[in-house]
């Protein structure tokens, strides 16, 4: 397999199952309004029957609506996509695979032709279909239940570079998943996760090697990984310092914790500040952890740190329609107040449809705004949706322009799709 074509399949993974969809009228939110956009989620769903006979862009909106969206009707939105992707539309197939990982669903006497699309379609570079396939047999969903294929599968994906394919792979080496235990590769691959993600990582570790089965846990192993994780992500830093006050077994190790949790307050650290209260008011509240209500206050206030808090938990998904929307709105006011992190969250929410319905337009306004603030990941995304024509034309000038920028400050994936536009 030659490495470019791999490498934009890798690139575009994350915008390929909506890509589809790219030629729809999208009518667009106001950038910072909350007015719903057309087709949004109170909108009532066509009978399945009226949506198949919908254009294919339109029946690809309902079923990413009704099936990685907040309004979930599983049988309705499989219904859709399974004609598209089973027929080798590579957009629904990606669209599945999206599906399949966010959802616990049984194919039955189609399982066989879902794995099969899947394969074929992980064979052209497709990350999420390598995972998509492996959690079908590592969940055992219509299929006889392969710890051991999953791990594969998993690993398979981390070798082609997929950070999700590598936590997984390190999960299951850590526990014994399908492989046999090995801690040591287990923070090899970790240890390969992208810096934005790796303290993520280390965290996940940290947990099972302190929650886990008698027989995985290792409180050493996991202090060094929850250390590790605090050093390498401020915004997740206090999470990792209260796992290591409430399970760490040696008492210099939880000073080493609030040691950190009270530089993270002193800095402006709004959970850290929380839970420094909280311990003054109540010194055995060891485990009393802030919630994002917390941080909605301190962000609808302008707190930049509690700002970047909440455009984490956005991207996270999994809260409450109720929730997300009252995140949506507060990272619009700090967008409006000239927030990256906001813009860029709502950019990745309006382009996923997390806790509002898929709307193109209002995704390219906001990675427009971060762009021209200078956010190199924002300016890597929008030459990326003018490169495949993701609501707007495909101008290729204006997708140089702004993947050129992004690699000038260094993002390495708008260096690579810049070699592979050279290569159209």
């Known amino acids: 397999m030659r490495v470019f074509p791999l490498l934009l399949a890798i690139a575009m993974g994350a915008l390929g199952a909506t890509s589809a969809l790219a030629t729809q009228a999208a009518t667009a939110t106001p950038a910072g309004s909350r007015t719903v956009p057309v087709a949004a989620e109170t909108e009532p ?11 294919r862009a339109r029946i690809l909106s309902l079923a990413s609506r009704t099936l990685i969206g907040q309004q979930r009707k599983l049988d309705y939105g499989f219904s859709l996509l399974l004609p598209l992707a089973l027929s080798g539309d590579r957009d629904a197939i990606r669209l599945l695979a999206k599906a399949i990982d966010a959802n616990e669903y049984g194919f039955g006497g189609q399982t066989d032709r879902v794995l099969g699309v899947l394969a074929n379609e992980a064979m052209r570079g497709s990350t999420g279909s390598i995972i998509a396939w492996a959690t079908i047999h590592d969940r055992g969903i219509d299929v006889s239940k392969d710890a051991t294929k999953a791990y594969q599968w998993y690993r398979w994906a981390a070798v082609v570079g997929s950070d999700t394919g590598k936590l997984l792979t390190a999960l299951a080496l850590v526990q014994g ?5 090995d801690k040591g590769q287990a923070v090899q691959w970790a240890g390969r996760i992208s810096p934005a993600r790796r303290g993520d990582a280390y965290l996940e570790l940290a947990k099972v090697l302190y929650l886990g089965p008698a027989q995985i846990r290792d409180p050493d192993l996991a202090r060094d990984m929850a250390l590790k994780s605090a050093e390498l992500d401020k915004t997740g830093r206090v999470d990792a310092a209260q ?14 914790a609030l040691q950190i949790i009270k530089d993270a307050a002193k800095a402006g650290d709004a959970k850290a500040q929380f839970y420094i209260a ?32 909440l455009a984490r938990s956005l991207s996270r998904s999994g809260g409450s329609p109720a929730d997300l929307s009252k995140i949506l709105g507060i990272l619009e006011i700090g967008a409006d107040h000239g927030s990256v992190e906001a813009m860029r969250a709502l950019s990745g929410a309006y382009l996923y449809g997390i806790g509002t319905d898929v709307s193109f337009k209002t995704a390219i306004s906001y990675y427009q705004r971060a762009a021209d603030a ?11 949706m003018y490169a495949n024509a993701i609501g707007v034309n495909r101008d290729v000038d204006q997708a140089r322009y702004w993947l050129t920028k992004s690699a000038g400050q260094g993002y390495a994936l708008a260096s690579a799709t810049l070699n592979m536009l050279a290569q159209r």
């Open 45 to 55: 769903l066509p009978t399945l029957q009226a949506a198949k006979a919908l254009p």
């Open 243 to 256: 796992l290591l006050a409430k399970h760490a077994t040696d008492s210099a190790t939880v000073t080493q």
């Open 374 to 384: 200078g956010d190199a990941e924002s300016e890597y995304q929008l030459g990326l």
């Open 278 to 309: 909280s311990l003054d008011s109540d010194p055995d509240s060891m485990q009393n952890l802030s919630t994002d209500d917390l941080y909605a206050r301190l962000a609808a206030a302008g707190d930049d740190q509690a700002m970047k808090a």
């Open 177 to 181: 998943k399908g492989v046999a235990p």
